[in-house]
């Protein structure tokens, strides 16, 4: 069983900026791909960013392409979100993931939600206009 808490969301303005966090519990964490996903009302939960169980590939959704950036520390079992030049369009609840599959561990970190077994409760992240 896999634990994931995150935090770091909150209120901020259009063009600022917030990092979230997402804590794992175990011992095995460097063998998970980890993803953030978010979820506005009314939408569907859609991929945000991935990052490789070794950290060192990273994909992106176009919509936070050179906006948010992913990383990870396996020493400390975090993952995190940066995101800078946040719109009103990013407001939704972020969702950290675990996809505890066997795989390299530079195999970028899969896409599909449905690839993730393990879950947050999400933190809310509200960007004003």
């Known amino acids: 069983q896999v634990q994931l808490v995150e935090s770091g969301g909150g209120l901020v303005q259009a063009g600022g900026s917030l990092t979230l966090s997402c804590a794992a519990s175990g011992h095995t964490f460097s063998r998970y791909a980890m993803g953030w996903f978010r979820q506005a009302p009314g939408k569907e939960r859609e991929f945000v960013a991935g990052?490789?169980?070794?950290?060192?590939?990273?994909n992106y959704a176009d919509s936070v392409k050179g906006r948010f950036t992913i990383s990870r520390d396996n020493a400390k079992n975090l993952v995190y979100l940066q995101m800078n030049s946040l719109k009103p369009e990013d407001t939704a609840l972020y969702y950290c993931?675990?996809?505890?599959?066997?795989?390299?561990?530079?195999?970028?970190?899969?896409?599909?939600?449905?690839?993730?077994?393990?879950w947050g409760q999400g933190t809310q992240v509200t960007v004003s206009s």
């Open positions: 990052i490789s169980r070794n950290g060192g590939r990273t």
């Open positions: 993931a675990a996809d505890t599959s066997v795989g390299q561990s530079s195999y970028p970190a899969p896409r599909s939600l449905r690839e993730y077994d393990w």
